[in-house]
């Protein structure tokens, strides 16, 4: 079966090894004419590094990650620790795959490096999709063209696939605002950070840092709200004095990071409700292009590194399975999850941001039971159920019977 993959980023390179792990005849198409990505941290929880692992980049992960000891929330002004959870040998003795903080380019050049490089094709832009019985035509800025047996689009937030199959649609702007960067640690290392994750909650905000790139860089995301925006983009330069303004009053570490930081990326958050489906005959999306969320449950990347999973366990079922009922197999089992997965991280937003008052109050005093550090499951049940999963145990084939979309029920 022969597989175009629109988008060489996390969800369309690490779908392209599971496919052809299964067989598949894989191309990958990306707009970019160079392989490059923003200079920002991502965290891979177990649920994705267990698949990583699968597809033989146990090794190289391990070279370019830091394995964090816990995670920690902390209040915003005197850094009280108000909950702490254990990550580290936890997560291995637990959820049997490590917990990673990495850098985003390390991350895609070592899953991007894992496909055969005349499968990748760069500069390739794609503009449309023609569907037909037997196989569909990509469409390139360009004039070029290419036929495949099924379709993925994985070509993230702004997707061209999506909007193909789907129309244009809507974001809403959430009102957060993250500036990201990353500082060499030999600029902070006054400071003490310890090789764990930290969450500072406060009005109107959070900051989030972790160490990455083996330890050489602390990254960071400062999340603000801000009361209107009009562009989405992941790149656009931010302003040191401009982010260090909203965390007027805040803890002074946050500052020092601030202040050591060469390049800030500002990025605006955009929400968008589930999509009522992800696949239309041939053609199906996967990742940020089917279900962007936001950042405050750290699955985006982890979510779209499973659907390339089960969307290659499904599709190695044709022709027992036709490829249209194959790619809905697919989207049954991947688009619950995913969509409890968003709403989860929506409702964080409320959660890290309260003023101080009877809610803040009422938060910090569940959180207080977790300060001196306890494992995932004690914590959060629904991190845990996340954690767990294996998306290479999903039944997908024809005698898995019917497959309907169930709830995981995450919430807790
Ligand atoms: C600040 C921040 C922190 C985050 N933290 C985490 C985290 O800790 N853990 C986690 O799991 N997730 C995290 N995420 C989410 C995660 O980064 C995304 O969910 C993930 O990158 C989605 O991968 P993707 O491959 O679907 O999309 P993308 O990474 O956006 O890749 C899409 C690719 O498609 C290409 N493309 C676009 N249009 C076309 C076209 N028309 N033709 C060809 N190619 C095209 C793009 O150039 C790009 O390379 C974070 C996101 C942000 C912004």
């Not at 009053?249 to 946050?254: A, E, I, S, V």
């Not at 969320?293 to 599709?315: F, K, N, R, S, T």
Request: include cysteine; charged fraction near 20%.
């Amino acid at each position: 079966m022969r597989v175009a993959v629109i988008g060489g980023g996390i969800g369309g390179c690490s779908a392209a090894l599971a496919l052809q792990r299964v067989g598949c005849i894989v191309d990958v198409y990306e707009q970019v004419p160079v392989k490059g990505e923003v200079g920002a941290g991502i965290q891979i929880s177990p649920n994705a590094s267990r698949l990583l692992n699968v597809y033989g980049l146990a090794q190289q992960l391990e070279a370019i990650a830091v394995r964090p000891s816990m995670t920690e929330a902390r209040r915003w002004d005197d850094g009280r620790i108000l909950s702490r959870e254990q990550l580290g040998p936890a997560m291995e003795r637990d959820f049997g795959a490590p917990y990673y903080h990495v850098h985003r380019a390390d991350l895609l050049n070592i899953i991007s490096g894992a496909i055969p490089q005349h499968c990748l094709h760069m500069g390739r832009r794609c503009i449309g999709l023609v569907q037909h019985d037997d196989r569909v035509e990509v469409m390139f800025e360009g004039g070029s063209t290419v036929e495949a047996d099924v379709v993925v689009g994985a070509d993230g937030i702004h997707s061209a696939v999506r909007r193909e199959l789907f129309g244009a649609e809507q974001p809403r702007f959430s009102g957060n605002v993250a500036y990201r960067g990353v500082v060499p640690v030999e600029r902070i290392a006054d400071l003490g950070i310890e090789r764990k994750s930290t969450n500072w909650m406060g009005p109107g905000g959070h900051f989030v840092h972790y160490f990455v790139s083996g330890g050489r860089y602390l990254n960071f995301v400062a999340v603000v709200e801000q009361a209107a925006w009009q562009r989405e983009s992941w790149n656009d330069r931010g302003d040191v004095a401009e982010a260090q303004q909203y965390y007027e009053g805040w803890h002074p570490q946050l500052h020092a990071i601030l202040r050591a930081v060469d390049d800030i990326y500002k990025w605006a958050l955009f929400d968008r409700d589930p999509l009522p489906s992800w696949t239309l005959g041939r053609a199906t999306l996967l990742g940020d292009a089917c279900h962007p969320m936001l950042p405050y449950m750290a699955q985006g990347a982890a979510q779209a590194i499973e659907d390339g999973a089960v969307l290659a366990a499904c599709l190695s079922s044709v022709p027992d399975l036709s490829v249209e009922d194959a790619l809905k197999r697919y989207e049954a089992i991947r688009k619950p999850r995913a969509s409890e997965i968003q709403a989860l991280a929506r409702r964080n937003a409320q959660t890290f941001h309260l003023h101080d008052g009877p809610e803040q109050q009422a938060r910090d005093g569940r959180m207080a039971a977790h300060a001196g550090g306890r494992d995932v499951a004690a914590v959060s049940p629904a991190r845990s159920m996340i954690f767990a999963y294996d998306a290479m145990q999903e039944q997908v084939g024809p005698a898995a019977g019917d497959v309907t979309p169930k709830r995981m029920d995450l919430w807790t």
